[in-house]
């Protein structure tokens, strides 16, 4: 079996979640804290317990650790990275406590204008970049060698962290010729994260390509691929859509159903070996 690395998952609070996610075959995956449930921006408490809960659960999960050196994942087991989707802390002090908890991918912003960043579709219409504090975040972050998230920010604070030298991806979401919104990438954006060394995470679900099936999904990817070169990775989205839309693909037991339409020159990058590359360069795997 291949093994498949994704980027984002919204796993809070599904007992038994990492265990299900290894025999799945999953080796990697990024959970991700959503510090807005309930409609409401979680606190720093609030956000911590989330983290909490990710200890926890590992401690009942034989086959899963919590991955902090980027540079060494572990192929046997499932590598968990902690992500926090949404920069909504106030203060830097907080990212290092998290950080120091074993959090390594920092989303700017969620839909809604954070601390750090203008959002793609909040208040500020997706008008301006990144917030003083921002600035002050992303030159902690490169310090830390930690990752920074551009899924859900305007195009302007895209930019801004193209050239402040900071490892970055675009963890999920979709690439349209004319997008609707800017929470969809541009072709040109999504070059350019490739050409500076991220990658871009494949979400699974309408809200990001419109109506496909599953088939039509594969097509995508290929055509990524061909128009890209390759930074082309899993970024699923599970549970944060309710499950994929796609007949074949409703839940993560189901990625190998995706796999199997791609073509043999692009299976195993996909679901692996481009997500390695990201993290670590390259790798015998």
Request: with cysteine; hydrophobic share 40%; aromatic share 12%.
């Amino acid at each position: 079996m291949i093994p498949v690395a994704d980027f984002h998952q919204d796993n809070i609070f599904i007992e038994g979640i990492l265990e299900r996610t290894y025999r799945a075959g999953y080796r990697l995956v990024v959970g991700a804290i959503f510090p807005l449930q309930g409609g409401k921006v979680w606190d720093f408490e609030r956000t911590i317990r989330g983290m909490e809960w990710f200890l926890k659960e590992l401690e009942n999960s034989p086959n899963a650790h919590l991955l902090t050196d980027l540079d060494n994942p572990d192929s046997s087991k499932l590598n968990l990275i902690v992500g926090l989707e949404g920069g909504y802390l106030p203060d830097i002090e907080m990212y290092d406590h998290l950080y120091t908890m074993g959090v390594r991918l920092f989303g700017l912003t969620w839909n809604v204008d954070s601390a750090l960043a203008t959002a793609c579709c909040g208040d500020r219409g997706g008008r301006g970049g990144l917030t003083p504090l921002g600035r002050e975040f992303i030159a902690w972050a490169k310090e830390k060698g930690g990752l920074v998230d551009l899924a859900h920010v305007s195009y302007d604070s895209m930019v801004e962290v193209f050239e402040s030298g900071v490892k970055f991806l675009y963890s999920h979401g979709g690439i349209l010729s004319d997008p609707p919104s800017q929470r969809i990438l541009t072709y040109e954006l999504a070059k350019e994260i490739v050409r500076r060394g991220g990658v871009v995470g494949v979400g699974y679900g309408s809200i990001f390509f419109g109506e496909l099936t599953l088939k039509g999904l594969a097509e995508k990817i290929v055509e990524f691929y061909e128009i890209l070169g390759g930074g082309i990775v899993s970024g699923s989205d599970f549970f944060g859509l309710g499950g994929s839309e796609y007949e074949g693909l409703r839940e993560i037991e189901d990625i190998h159903n995706l796999l199997d339409l791609l073509p043999e020159r692009i299976r195993r990058r996909y679901a692996w070996e481009e997500a390695i590359k990201f993290l670590v360069g390259d790798l015998e795997v």
